[in-house]
């Protein structure tokens, strides 16, 4: 019996992007049509979709959390929130001062000018979400803390189980196995318009600069442990590298908890606490998520002479932080918790946002990595504070 051979999701965006601008130079005019048709339609049904998401995954996070409410719990909570939003702005701040000399906006505005008339849908269908994505957030607040305070909510909170595990299977069944189609819709489009040669040449600047950002967070993060627990935090996050090295392979933070419990105690965390922050930090620390997000949104903004500031990108973060919370155990789960922000916040398209799915994927290891890796910079602190 031969076994099927299974193609990760990030080949299969590469391959999607590739053939995307490959056949933009030889698919006939009725046939790019089909692919935007399925682009309006798909883009609707996300649409539909993401604020359930943040209904379905928020919700329950929050009632988990307040029904465990402790001193160690709340505390850990607050460190992993603080990292995330500390991440986010220091990408602002990396990016903003970067970015407008390295990314060429006016090639991108002089493509768009110049651009061919992009393929239209044969039709399309007005799928309206059931609510705005603030509206989805203050939902999912309310009903967690709804769940977490009042006792005789256990119903409540198998309802919202329930719920967050059907859209699960949305995300896993039918949004991640049509992502690629919708990428190379994407860049169809672009191809066809002129647009894809500044956009290919962003990507890899973008990448560069993320890449040497997240290993500076990182050790920021551990020069910071460092203060609490007295250790060297070059030696700390040597000791940590098995675990990164196994997040960026299994591209899970769930799947690298073994070793990341495992590389904890090993640094001299006591094995109590690195057993309670560890599995929690890999639901609710998002640091390297956070980073790549909020510096792939600037180089779009940037890209496309967008105007943007520290203020709007400060409650980005924050509301960025709160919504990845207990994001999808999929590849890509945190930038399809984020979409809706990314249209509400930042304005973006649904192009842009079909660029910001690429631009992510693309680097999703390296973010899962960065997330783990940190988890054990906030064990330390944790074990210090409550070392009696």
């Given at each position: 019996m031969t076994r099927r051979l299974k193609i990760g999701l990030l080949p299969r965006i590469a391959i999607a992007i590739a053939l995307g601008i490959g056949a933009g130079f030889v698919l006939p005019a009725w046939a790019a049509r089909c692919f935007a048709t399925f682009n309006a339609l798909f883009s609707e049904f996300l649409g539909f979709v993401i604020p359930l998401l943040i209904v379905g995954f928020v919700a329950p996070a929050i009632a988990d959390i307040g029904r465990r409410a402790g001193a160690m719990l709340l505390v850990t909570v607050a460190i992993a929130y603080a990292m995330t939003f500390g991440s986010g702005a220091l990408a602002y701040i990396t990016s903003a001062s970067l970015f407008p000399s390295m990314i060429e906006p006016d090639s991108y505005i002089a493509a768009e000018t110049t651009a061919t008339t992009s393929p239209t849908p044969f039709f399309t269908v007005d799928v309206a979400p059931l609510m705005?994505?603030?509206?989805?957030?203050?939902?999912?607040?309310?009903?967690?803390?709804?769940?977490?305070?009042?006792?005789?909510?256990?119903?409540?909170?198998?309802?919202?189980?329930?719920?967050?595990?059907?859209?699960?299977?949305?995300?896993?069944?039918?949004?991640?196995?049509?992502?690629?189609?919708?990428?190379?819709?994407?860049?169809?489009?672009?191809?066809?318009?002129?647009?894809?040669?500044?956009?290919?040449?962003?990507?890899?600047?973008?990448?560069?600069?993320?890449?040497?950002?997240?290993?500076?967070?990182?050790?920021?993060?551990?020069?910071?442990?460092?203060?609490?627990?007295?250790?060297?935090?070059?030696?700390?996050?040597?000791?940590?590298?098995?675990?990164?090295?196994t997040a960026l392979g299994t591209q899970s933070s769930a799947a690298t908890i073994p070793v990341t419990l495992e590389r904890t105690v090993a640094m001299g965390v006591d094995r109590d606490v690195a057993g309670f922050t560890v599995p929690l930090c890999a639901t609710i620390h998002m640091s390297g998520s956070t980073l790549k997000i909020v510096s792939c949104a600037l180089a779009m903004m940037v890209l496309h002479g967008m105007p943007y500031d520290f203020s709007m990108f400060a409650g980005f973060i924050a509301m960025l932080g709160i919504t990845i919370i207990a994001a999808p155990g999929v590849p890509g789960g945190a930038i399809m918790a984020s979409l809706g922000l990314l249209s509400s916040i930042l304005g973006f398209s649904d192009a842009d946002n079909a660029m910001m799915i690429a631009l992510y994927i693309a680097m999703d290891s390296f973010g899962t990595a960065c997330n783990i890796t940190g988890d054990g910079a906030i064990a330390q602190i944790v074990a210090r504070i409550f070392h009696k």
């Open positions: 705005s994505v603030t509206s989805a957030l203050v939902l999912a607040f309310v009903l967690g803390f709804g769940c977490a305070v009042v006792p005789s909510t256990r119903t409540l909170k198998d309802v919202l189980d329930n719920f967050r595990d059907i859209i699960r299977l949305i995300i896993d069944k039918a949004i991640i196995p049509l992502l690629p189609i919708y990428i190379f819709g994407i860049f169809l489009d672009m191809t066809i318009s002129g647009a894809v040669a500044p956009i290919l040449l962003t990507f890899v600047k973008i990448i560069a600069v993320i890449f040497v950002l997240h290993v500076g967070v990182l050790v920021l993060q551990y020069c910071i442990a460092s203060i609490f627990s007295r250790r060297n935090p070059f030696k700390s996050l040597w000791t940590m590298m098995p675990a990164y090295f």
